[in-house]
């Protein structure tokens, strides 16, 4: 089991920046690749961005290139997603998940853009972006 508490979700204007935290607890986060989603009203949950367990891979969604970037630190067992140039698009419920992948080929590189692959989620953050 690994728990995953998301922090750092705000309103914000358009143009601006926000950081969101993820912190796990329980299972080690280093086995773990880590993903960022999220789900606006409305709308299907949609992939935001991932990383490898040990950080040198990570994979975005076409419309946060260039805008966001994740990053974990394992001393701290925590995952960041750091957001600039914020758009009202962006608004939505983020959500941190955790795929274990002990044992899995490739497992150090692994990173995955599928919310089925994933089995640990935190309970999401706000993030509202006026225009």
């Known amino acids: 089991q690994v728990q995953l508490v998301e922090s750092g979700g705000g309103l914000v204007q358009a143009g601006d920046s926000l950081s969101l935290s993820c912190a796990a607890s329980g299972r080690t986060f280093s086995s773990c690749a880590m993903g960022w989603f999220r789900q606006a009203p409305g709308k299907e949950r949609e992939f935001v961005a991932a990383?490898?367990?040990?950080?040198?891979?990570?994979k975005y969604t076409d419309p946060v290139k260039g805008r966001f970037t994740i990053s974990r630190d394992n001393a701290k067992n925590t995952v960041y997603l750091q957001m600039s140039s914020l758009k009202p698009e962006d608004t939505a419920v983020y959500s941190c998940a955790c795929r274990p992948v002990d044992g899995i080929i490739y497992a150090l590189s692994y990173t995955s853009a599928r919310f089925n692959d994933y089995a640990y989620w935190g309970q999401g953050t706000q993030v509202t972006v006026s225009s």
């Open positions: 990383i490898s367990r040990n950080g040198a891979v990570t």
